[in-house]
């Protein structure tokens, strides 16, 4: 039977910008939720002083909670060398985060697809940064998992593997025991694909998921696929909702993962309209995982 975690989409900003939230209390509301676990994200301000990083697992723990995953966003596709060796060494950092924290899955992504860097040059700069990695984080026993991203929070440009062509390749390159796919249904929207289609393609390898729903507030999908997104922060055409009443065929999604023996994490990214609204989507991925694994 999958667990189920919640992430803070709706306090990134408060929680690694501004400073106006603390990690407390996002530790406390997420606690009262019908959920197993916090999806944890390097990027918290707090985080940056590691003497927080056992005081926010005792707090999570004591509420008998746990934090399995670690959200950071590597990029290894930058042209510096000195860049890209300097991202290692953060990623390094971050899976010993997420060991400190009690988890075992650590995000990892390809890079930035930034103008000129063709699709062959990026994935060997990607697999060799992940691979580069993987040693460290089995000597933890944490597994390292690529997400079919569309763009961190913090981004210019968008994912260099957006794309399911490029995903996959990158995927396929790297067969190691401690690596696998943190699979988004959401995001392939934004790569103006079909995440059905996607999940078909890689389901044995997905060892987490983040559950989302996505709206259009305007237009069509055929007009999110022909516009340009290669702008600061996410496309303003399509958006973050309630988990259910979106885009996504939950059904399709959770027989194709109960198919391939799938019992991993699921993290909810929602809430962004408040806590009443992620309370529904817990409600909804409770009663969804129910009718497939129990």
Same mark, same amino acid.
């Not at 189920?4 to 709706?10: G, M, N, T």
């Not at 999806?39 to 927080?52: S, V």
């Not at 078909?200 to 989302?212: E, F, G, L, N, Y």
């Given at each position: ?76 596709? *930058? ?6 060796? #300097? ?5 390094? $950092?971050?899976?010993? =985060?997420? !060991? %400190? ?108 998921? *983040? ?6 507030? #305007? ?5 999110? $696929?022909?516009?340009? =997104?290669? !702008? %600061? ?62």
């Amino acid at each position: 039977m999958p667990k189920l975690a919640a992430f803070p989409k709706a306090f990134m900003q408060a929680l690694c910008k501004d400073g106006t939230m603390k990690v407390s209390e996002w530790i406390g509301l997420a606690c009262q939720l019908d959920i197993d676990g916090l999806e944890w994200y390097a990027g918290f301000l707090e985080m940056d002083d590691e003497r927080n990083w056992s005081l926010f697992r005792r707090q999570v723990e004591d509420q008998g909670k746990v934090i399995p995953m670690m959200c950071c966003s590597p990029d290894f596709t *930058h042209p510096d060398e000195h860049f890209r060796r #300097e991202e290692i060494a953060r990623q390094k $950092r971050w899976i010993d =985060m997420t !060991a %400190a924290l009690g988890g075992t899955y650590c995000r990892v992504l390809s890079g930035q697809r930034r103008p000129g860097l063709s699709i062959e040059e990026g994935v060997q700069l990607a697999v060799s940064g992940i691979e580069a990695c993987l040693p460290y984080a089995q000597q933890y026993g944490i597994t390292l998992m690529i997400e079919n991203h569309y763009k961190d929070d913090f981004w210019l440009y968008p994912e260099f593997a957006q794309k399911m062509e490029v995903f996959c390749m990158l995927v396929d390159k790297i067969q190691h025991p401690n690596f696998g796919v943190n699979y988004d249904p959401s995001n392939t929207y934004l790569a103006g694909e079909d995440p059905l289609e996607l999940l078909s393609r890689i389901s044995k390898r997905v060892v987490t998921m *983040h559950a989302s729903d996505r709206y259009l507030i #305007e237009g069509t999908i055929a007009d999110l $696929r022909n516009e340009e =997104m290669d !702008a %600061a922060g996410y496309a303003k055409r399509l958006k973050h909702g309630e988990i259910g009443k979106g885009l996504n065929d939950y059904d399709a999604i959770f027989t194709e993962l109960k198919r391939v023996g799938f019992d991993g994490w699921i993290s909810i990214e929602d809430g962004v309209d408040g806590m009443d609204q992620l309370e529904r989507s817990v409600a909804f991925l409770r009663k969804k995982m129910g009718d497939f694994w129990e």
